[in-house]
């Protein structure tokens, strides 16, 4: 819940606006001390005075994001400070600029900033946190750990000669995010055609002018390569000259893209037999190389990538003895490893390439029967757009802060504004009583228990992850954070049900590992086996229902068709069946049955098949 709303005072209107309580307020819900507050607030008021933009006001408050609140006495309860809606934060911050200038360009005292119509007591509760934060000299962020694909090959070969072995010849190949296609070092002729573009421009690329120009650029280099030169050599104007700063090198090869980030040593493990991993084998990568260039045709060279002699040469191959046993008990093999360069480098890398982009959950990159594909950002007017803007990129933002701990570190992006957490969300708090609240209250018997966990999923629960969805090129790439639940600790001030929820989810991803190793995979599969495997997706593709009734008439309704089942047969029948549930210690209420196949729902529950021609929800 919020703090408690601001009382006029008697006699004054609902416009009525008290800086002193609106302070107080804030302080309150902070838990922070006088000498605290005081500290907090100088820190707060010299970047307040010390910002020039509005982009730059919300990019501080992004920067120093504050998830929970005290109040009451003893700090015991807390609430979730909502997110902003764009406009309105672009709205509070024009007019903390605006009160600013009308003070002569600096707020002297945080009285003035409360007297903000638009700044209430959440804002301002964001406006001292972020004081606090540069009063305290917060650490630049977290260590941050990414766990990167890796590509094995494996060919497996019987017995032969005097050996009664199996071996099993394997190959590691880098993946997309371990390929990097950036250029760092540009060529005199980049430089030229750069200079050029800046000067007929007249350093300006929003113009009609400019735009032609951009153009003609971006058709001499790509967009993406044109982007990075125009970010990092900018137009410097001097008595009324266009120049550009020259880097003291240049290249003057086409150059070759290499591997990034790769590491030092990778160690292989396999599993068989329904057991544990197991170490098979260390393998040592000769970095220096791991070449991408063609070798000389008049050569003896080889590649790693072409030559599984050089692959092992270099550390990406190796034959493993498995043993006298036939391998089709192998289950797992992995390929781990940990490289030693800053995740900030290797992403930085890519979107300065142009590989490196957002892209909408299940988006294909590559034209499947004819239909589009998701865009690779190949127009020159969406880099000249990233180029030009400002405005910040929530989803960008944060794809940046879990991948490198920096929220501006691989900004801009293409396709950075998307941002379905919002969305996620309000679909979890409008579907929550129908898919969940309705069967933990009244069918399970949690009662008034079910209410914090639906608060909790309101603001925790992501049905498509907490993150958007990338590109490399054209490869795309699911985020996602990953911890330990066996090692989990719950902090002062985590929700209680955060706790409990551990070791029940502990007890479920168990159960459903269990349930898809008897799903089987496709070793025997027939054909249309194999494409109901390879078809499917992590999303309901339909909606259908069907009778969910009590068990009691369930037992009526087997009396009357088909010669009737024992009360304890049936228990027996359900509990069996709910045996998965019933584990975690909290019997039904009333126990439930389905009754019937699953009906197909012909209703459209995104959008009315019924509207008006050019009517669209949203629409007046």
Known sequence: MPPPPIVPPPGRGPLFIDPEATIKAALRGLGVEQVEATRCITEMLAWLNGITSTAELRRGIREHPLRKVSIGPGNSTHFSLPRFPAARGQ?????????????????????QVAAIPDVDELVLVHLIHVGCELAHQAPSGPVIGVMLPLRIETRFSPPTGASSDWTMRLRVIPDAPSIDRHLSVPTKEELDALETMWVNANSDLSTDVGNAQWRRFAAQVGPARAAWL????????SGGIVTINRPATTRTDHGTSRISGFPPTIEIWVARGGGGPTKAIGLTVDRTKLALDFPDPNSNETRWWMSFQEAKAVGLGA???????RPDDIDAVYAIGIGDLDPAVVFADHRDAGALGLIAPGSPTNT????????????????RKLLLSLTA????????????GRMNAITPL???DRDDVQVNAAMVCAL???????????VWGLGDQSFPLGLWAAENLLPEGPLPAIRIGNQPYGLLPATSLRRWVTQPGDPGVESKLTSVLR?????????ASAAGTSVGADTDRLLDLIGRVPVSRAYAWRWAVPLEAVHAITWSTVGGATWSNLTAWWNDLASFALAFGQPPARRYSTLGWPQDLDLPLVQPDNLPPNMTLGMP
Request: charged letters at 20%; aromatic letters at 6%; proline letters at 6%.
């Open 414 to 416: 293409p396709g950075g």
């Open 507 to 515: 007890d479920a991803r168990r159960n459903w590992a269990a349930a």
């Open 393 to 404: 990129q929530s989803g960008a933002e944060a794809v940046s802060a879990a991948l490198t």
């Open 91 to 111: 709205k509070i911050a024009e007019a903390i600029l605006a009160k600013k200038d009308a003070l002569g360009g600096a707020f002297s005292d945080i009285v």
């Open 368 to 383: 499947v029967v004819g239909e589009p594909a998701a865009d690779l950002a190949r127009d020159p007017e969406i880099w």
């Open 230 to 237: 125009a970010r990092s050599f900018p137009a410097q104007v």
């Open 319 to 325: 034959e493993i003895n498995l043993g006298p046993t």
């Open 432 to 442: 929550w009583s129908v898919l969940w609240g309705h069967g933990l209250k009244d």
